[in-house]
């Protein structure tokens, strides 16, 4: 299963963007969906996850600001930012927990990091 980013840039404090995954290969099942992101200088944190059923969790330091959701029939999870801060800028990863196929159509159960995107907010 691969996962590729969309979205990220530079952006003003007090604005927006929004962020989105998708997932391909051969899938079977995707379970839950997340957003991590990790500054310069400083380890990898969770941002946000959402699972098949839909329960979400977030970080407390973007409760209220971002929203994360995922559309299951694309395979493809979006995180919505408002009200960025200088302190939100760091590089994105999508990460999905998944059941897929290999080519000897055997299930496989893994999980998978998108190639990051940077989201620089500008003060």
């Known amino acids: 299963v691969q996962l590729q980013a969309y979205g990220g840039g530079l952006v003003q404090a007090g604005g927006s963007t929004e962020l989105s995954c998708a997932a391909s290969?051969?899938?079977?099942?995707?379970?839950?969906m997340g957003w991590y992101r990790q500054a310069p200088g400083t380890g990898r944190e969770l941002v946000a996850t959402i699972t098949s059923g839909g329960r979400i969790n977030y970080a407390d330091s973007v409760k209220g600001r971002f929203a994360i959701s995922r559309d299951n029939a694309k395979h493809t999870v979006y995180l919505r930012m408002n009200s960025l801060k200088p302190e939100d800028t760091a590089v994105y990863y999508c990460?999905?927990?998944?059941?897929?196929?290999?080519?000897?159509?055997?299930?496989?159960?893994?999980?998978?990091w998108g190639q990051g995107t940077l989201v620089t907010v500008s003060s």
């Open positions: 290969g051969r899938i079977v099942r995707i379970d839950d």
């Open positions: 990460n999905v927990d998944y059941v897929s196929m290999n080519s000897n159509d055997e299930f496989v159960v893994g999980k998978a």
